[in-house]
């Protein structure tokens, strides 16, 4: 009996070591065609060194892979270095303050910034990558950094509706699917096409009589810009909350600049006014040259003027893109968004895209004047 036990013991582990002995399965390659249009060879699964470079790329990579898997950061991203592009440093990047003290740690793989928009190969090389995500959107030259690099370098792209485009939540979904994160990636644009849907179902029924005239400006546009940089018709946060812009006829694109007299002009129709937190440095020498530019302006005069969150800081806050949608609406029908109170609905998005609550930290930010609100036209713009 003792001898058939042994004997049976000696098959289990005889078994058990030819088991192990098996190989792993390796990650296999597959093509995918990147964002604007590259179709490139990668192993879903398989990176352990990240560098991310141009406008965006970070932030749109920390929305859903591992930051520990970078291995270098650009400068820009980098708030311990002494030289280096600061023009951002004053506005809350929700990513930076995520993952600040990450990046912090991270040789550089470029300088990153708006004046320096151009791969740096040798920095990239340095940090020795196995795989790039870039927003430099050109596909001869992303080919020839492929080349050079020796790795596959995968290019993101957002598209004009920002949070709220096609082609945003095709940059999660790619992102996910080569860094082994589906779900999570699934997970975002579920929660983002909701947040869409709620607000549009809150202001769907709104009769056009009843809709105030809205003006919004100050918005980015590669670079901060002052109250004659506007959303036109095509604003895409005006169309998803119903609201009625006071801006109109414009042709061209969905934020760009208007005239002088046409601001002047369109003063009488201005009911409520939204100025973008970014802009508040160039329209304050503005205001102090001329303490009038804003008289002809309905909304100046009767306190219907809002800030909302700087969203363009090195391209596009897409967590603070959707909180501004949501204080627009609030703030042009309070009656619809009387359940939301804003510094919890800033911590719900933060969450979705992060899984921290950083409406304190956005809030706190120099150029954020204390978070969302009216603006106190008597004195604002005067200190």
Known sequence: MKKTIAFLLSLVMLLALCLSAQPVALAEEVTVTDMIGREVTVTP????????????????????????????????????????????????????????????????CGVGGPQAQAAEAEKILSCEPDIVISEYEDVEKEDALQEQLGVPVITLKSGPGGVFDENFFGTMRLLGMIFGHE????????????????????????????????????????????????????????????????????????????????FVALGEDMDILFIDAAAVKNIKPLYAEDPTMFDTCKAWQEGEVYL????????????????????????????????????????????????????????AAPASFGGYGAIDTASFFAG
């Open 183 to 262: 779900e999570k990636a699934e997970a975002l644009v579920s929660f983002i096409q909701g947040e869409r849907a709620e607000i549009e179902s809150r202001t769907a029924d709104i009769p056009e009589d009843a809709k105030p005239s809205v003006y919004i400006c100050g918005l980015g546009n590669w670079g901060t810009t002052n109250h004659l940089m506007v959303g036109t018709e095509k604003y895409i946060v005006f169309r998803v909350a119903n609201i009625k812009n006071a801006v109109t006829g414009v042709e061209g694109a969905a934020i760009q600049p208007i005239e002088e007299e046409k």
């Open 308 to 363: 909302e969150m700087a969203y363009n800081a090195y391209y596009t806050n897409y967590e603070i893109a959707l909180t501004n949608t949501w204080f627009i609406a609030k703030t042009v029908y309070p009656d619809l968004f009387a359940d939301i109170d804003m510094d919890a609905k800033v911590n719900e998005v933060t969450q979705a895209f992060y899984g921290l609550d950083l409406a304190e930290q956005i809030a």
């Open 45 to 108: 699964g398989s990176y352990s060194r990240v560098v991310c470079i141009g406008a965006g790329a970070l932030r749109m990579y920390s929305y859903i892979g591992d930051v520990s898997l970078l291995c270098g950061v650009e400068d820009i991203d980098n708030a311990t270095l002494a030289e280096r592009p600061k023009m951002f440093d004053s506005v809350a990047r929700p990513y930076v303050l995520a993952y600040g003290d990450v990046f912090a740690q991270l040789p550089s």
